[in-house]
């Protein structure tokens, strides 16, 4: 029997092939990658791929379309075809596998993965790849980089073309991370591979290999911005015009939101974004919408966000409850901000979802008598935060008591019971 006719011999078969290419081409490949890709009526992949693999292909080559989703509908739709898409290194390591996988079950399925590139400036650089971040910047905001970049870290980063090591190595100088070395790695495992060197505000390489990655041997300068990972940052690392939750009590309302990996919050009456940024950077599968009125916090929002590398933070103009509407629903929800105006209490409540935390600040009396009123009714956790800072008194140092804050902590009943 063929390989073309193994692929259609029953269901269980696997009629997608995922195969993984270097630089080298088809001289890296194994005995059965190329079979495979000989044996299919359809080779997608990228036009340098096409080119590599092009001495074994013999059914029709699809290039990548634009926009990318149109060729994943056209992958699914030829389901029980034999078919084979070429891709980069290991597909499933921010790879066109993952992308696949959405809508293809790994049962029809079978992956030969390459080398990924981070595999491969792991060990021209001797790093253990266990004890190195890593960051793909392919296609992404560069400010993803910033909350890996901690004294003595080891980070390696994917970029997008022969612009990304420069543009890189420009956010670490003007970010305190100037004395950095940043390597620059291009097309490895091909004949023009290319391993340069240098401090990153000093960085001056030409002629870059669209196909890089850079690995960063973190140095801090004074004054660098490095981001604590310990929740409620120092207020001074946010731009903000004092609307904001300060430092100590945003530390206790995050404890009290609970973050798990990968869930949604709302933070209603976002003034700098504080919580919705440290929300997201609880973990990278984080997600957070931040509902604001004003036009300028809004923009301050997304100032703050890409320099905390939270890029991703979705920011909604408008005054809620009505800004609420549409938007998907959440894990969990602050409201630190117009909570006492008419309708939005009872919109959060209505939007959350079952089993989800809602976490609601007040300063003023009539915020204070809203949540008064919501313990009362539906129980939860009711606390009253009391914050001194030392300060100068004359001569000599004295207690300034901050606006005391009443917190109300409420989780949605998984179940609710039904009445007659």
């Given amino acids: 029997m063929s390989d073309a006719q193994s692929l259609s011999a029953g269901k269980s078969a696997p009629w997608l092939t995922i195969i993984g290419l270097g630089e080298e081409g088809v001289a890296g490949l194994g005995d059965e990658a190329k079979r495979w890709i000989a044996a299919a009526s359809k080779v997608f992949g990228g036009a340098r791929h096409l080119e590599l693999a092009g001495s074994l292909i013999h059914g029709e080559r699809h290039a990548w379309l634009s926009p990318f989703e149109r060729s994943m509908e056209a992958v699914v739709a030829l389901r029980g075809t034999p078919v084979v898409v070429l891709a980069s290194g290991d597909p499933f390591f921010f790879g066109v596998g993952v992308t ?17 590139s981070f595999s491969l400036a792991a060990s021209r650089l001797g790093w253990a790849l266990q004890d190195v971040v890593t960051v793909s910047l392919h296609g992404r905001a560069i400010d993803l980089i910033r909350p890996h970049l901690q004294p003595g870290s080891r980070v390696l980063a994917l970029t997008s073309d022969e612009q990304g ?5 420009a956010l670490l100088a003007g970010s305190g991370f100037g004395q950095s070395k940043l390597t620059v790695l291009e097309a490895l495992g091909g004949a023009h591979e290319r391993v340069t060197a240098q401090i990153a505000s000093e960085f001056a390489l030409s002629a870059v290999n669209p196909l890089n990655i850079c690995a960063v041997e973190v140095v801090a300068g004074e004054g660098a911005r490095v981001l604590p990972l310990a929740k409620g940052l120092d207020d001074g690392l946010f731009e ?24 949604l919050l709302w933070d209603i009456g976002a003034g700098s974004g504080s919580i919705g940024i440290e929300w997201m950077l609880s973990d990278p599968a984080m997600k957070a919408i931040a509902v604001e009125g004003s036009a300028e916090r ?5 100032r703050n966000a890409a320099n905390f590398g939270v890029p991703g933070l979705s920011v909604v103009q408008g005054t809620a409850p009505a800004a609420l509407n549409g938007l998907p629903a959440p894990d969990a929800i602050f409201i630190g901000g117009g909570g006492s105006e008419d309708g939005v209490m009872d919109a959060a409540l209505a939007a959350l979802k079952p089993g989800g935390r809602l976490v ?13 009123d919501h313990h009362a ?9 009391d914050i001194a800072r030392a300060s100068p008194v004359g001569a000599m140092t004295g207690w300034r008591p901050a606006m005391p804050v009443t917190q109300w902590s409420w989780a949605k009943p998984e179940f609710q019971e039904e009445t007659a």
Avoid: C, F, W, Y
Wanted: charge should be positive; proline fraction near 7%.
């Fill in 240 to 263: 903000h015009d004092g609307q904001i939750t300060k430092r100590e009590i945003r530390a206790l309302t995050l404890s009290a939101l609970a973050p798990r990996r990968g869930e």
């Fill in 360 to 372: 609601a600040n007040a300063v003023t009396t009539q915020m204070e008598a809203v949540l008064l």
């Fill in 100 to 116: 696949l996988a959405r809508d293809i079950d790994p049962t029809e399925m079978r992956v030969l993965p390459a080398p990924s």
């Fill in 377 to 385: 009714r539906l129980g939860g956790s009711l606390i009253r935060i």
């Fill in 298 to 302: 809004v923009e301050r929002i997304r």
């Fill in 165 to 169: 090591p420069a543009t890189l190595a």
